[in-house]
Every structure is written in structure tokens, then in C-alpha cells.
């Protein structure tokens, strides 16, 4: 614990703790910031799509208006690739709830399945800027609220890795580069941030049902290590936002470092072939 900074109160005086989800109008990132909802917690929502991001509020609304404690909601349109837009993300959820307990980092995006002769540097650097450099923002900006020079020192930052990043798919360098770096970006800040009493975990998720994934388990499916297509089972992406949740719940000495959550006869992890 550092000396001289107040640790973090859990629960908060309130008895309402902030989380921050980034990618929230839609997919896990929407799931999650309902599960922490009907859990009781303030969520702050960011993404690109306001009429998606309002979506995802009125679920929230919903989902808490059954719980004893008066949690609150922040939807907040901006790019995570954008050094100005995190931090006024930041900004609004210390004014709006005053205080962050955690920040699930969790915008993203894929890329076209393509050979690398054919792959576009545009591609590569839109892919790279939020997958990696968005997070990397993100975790700046996480451990500048939860160091202990804002008055209270601690915190949890979650981050939304994914199978990829310890198998690829066919045709998926740049997004299985990205992956890759968020493992060790996540491992990073975990060491640097025991001094501050700040947890860092990271998630790997392997086909939850969603926008990205609605393509795998219908049709033709998807390519496969041997070159064919195969459909693949997916699963409620519900059960990865109860898992962050249970992260999210546990107190700041304890941490999971990592962990894998996938459908349970996805193809492309276990026994790959």
C-alpha cells in the first residue's frame, strides 16, 4: 500500500461503486455494463454510435430499477483512439460519481480475413490504433485516477484480450498482433501497478454471441487452421459479463491474472486442427 495516500474505501461510503466499460453500445461491452448494473454499480458507457450508447442506458435503466442501491448511468459518445476523448471520458465520470473503482477496457475491433500480400496498411494501423493504442490510453488514464495523486490510491482495470491472443485464426495477423500486445501490456501494468493497489486482469473470450461473432455458427462458418469452413458454436455472452463482474467483485487484494472463457466445443483453442 502506498504510504501517505488514503487506500480505496470498499464498498465506497456510498455504497456505490463506478465502473468505466469502454465499447459499451454493443456486444460484451454492452452486456457487461448491464451485469454491473443489476449488480448495483454506477457505469460510465463510452462508444462511437450515440444512438447504440442510448440503447444500452435505457437497458441499464431496466436492469438496476429492482436494486436497493441508486446507481446511476453516463453515456459518453467519443474515440477511444483519441488521447482528448479519454481523458474527458475520465473527466465526466469523477464529476458525475466522484470517484472510479474500475475501468474495463474493452473497445476493439476486427479486421478483413485476409493473406498478409493483400492486407492494407490502413487496415493494420486502424486495427493497431484501437485495439492497442486505444487500451494503452485507457490504461494511462486509469492509473492517473487510481495512483493516489487524485487523494485515493487503488483500483481494477479489465482488460478485454481474446482467444486470438494465444492462437490466431487463418488470415488474422493484425489482429492477433494486437491481442498479443494487450497480453503484455496487461502484464505490465499488473507489475506497476501493485505499488499503487491497483489489479490489473485480462479476459480472453472465445466466440460470446455478438455483432463480431454472429457469422461463425451460420452459413458456410469460418476458415479453419486446415483451410475449410466449419461452423462453430458460440455462447450467451452474458456468462463473460458475469465474469467480469466477479473480477470486479473481489477485494483489491485478491486478483485474477488471467483468465479464458470460451464455448465449450470452439475448435480453435484446445486441440486446434
Not at 485476409?114 to 485495439?131: G, S
Request: with cysteine; glycine share 10%; charged share 20%.
Amino acid at each position: 500500500m502506498t504510504v501517505g495516500r488514503a487506500p480505496r474505501q470498499y464498498p465506497p461510503a456510498d455504497g456505490v461503486k463506478t465502473a468505466i466499460v469502454t465499447g459499451g453500445s454493443s456486444g460484451i461491452g454492452r452486456a457487461t455494463a448491464i451485469a454491473l448494473a443489476q449488480t448495483g454499480w454506477n457505469v460510465a458507457i463510452s462508444g462511437r454510435r450515440s444512438d447504440q450508447l442510448e440503447q444500452s442506458r435505457r437497458a441499464m435503466v431496466e436492469a438496476a430499477a429492482h436494486h436497493s442501491k441508486p446507481a446511476r448511468f453516463l453515456i459518453y459518445t467519443g474515440n477511444m483512439t483519441r488521447e482528448e476523448d479519454v481523458k474527458e471520458l475520465f473527466r465526466r465520470t469523477k464529476e458525475q460519481f466522484g470517484q472510479v473503482d474500475l475501468v474495463f477496457i474493452n473497445a476493439g475491433r476486427s479486421a478483413t480475413a485476409a493473406p498478409i500480400q493483400q492486407a492494407l496498411l490502413q487496415e493494420w494501423q486502424d486495427v493497431v490504433d484501437i485495439n492497442l493504442t486505444g487500451a494503452w490510453l485507457c490504461a494511462r488514464e486509469a492509473f492517473r485516477y487510481l495512483d493516489g495523486s487524485q487523494g485515493v490510491t487503488g483500483g481494477r482495470i479489465i482488460m478485454n484480450g481474446s482467444i486470438s491472443a494465444h492462437v490466431p485464426r487463418p488470415m488474422s495477423a493484425a489482429y492477433t498482433a494486437t491481442k498479443h500486445g494487450i497480453s503484455g501490456l496487461s502484464k505490465s501494468l499488473s507489475l506497476d501497478g501493485r505499488k499503487h493497489d491497483i489489479a490489473v486482469s485480462q479476459i480472453d473470450i472465445g466466440n460470446a454471441a455478438s455483432d463480431m461473432t454472429q457469422h461463425m455458427d451460420e452459413g458456410a462458418g469460418v476458415v479453419q487452421a486446415d483451410g475449410h469452413l466449419r461452423c462453430e458454436p458460440v455462447f450467451d455472452v452474458t456468462h463473460a459479463a458475469r465474469e467480469v463482474v466477479h473480477i470486479a467483485s473481489l477485494p483489491l487484494t485478491v486478483n485474477v491474472q488471467d483468465v479464458v472463457i470460451v464455448a465449450t466445443n470452439m475448435p480453435s483453442y484446445i486441440g486446434r486442427g
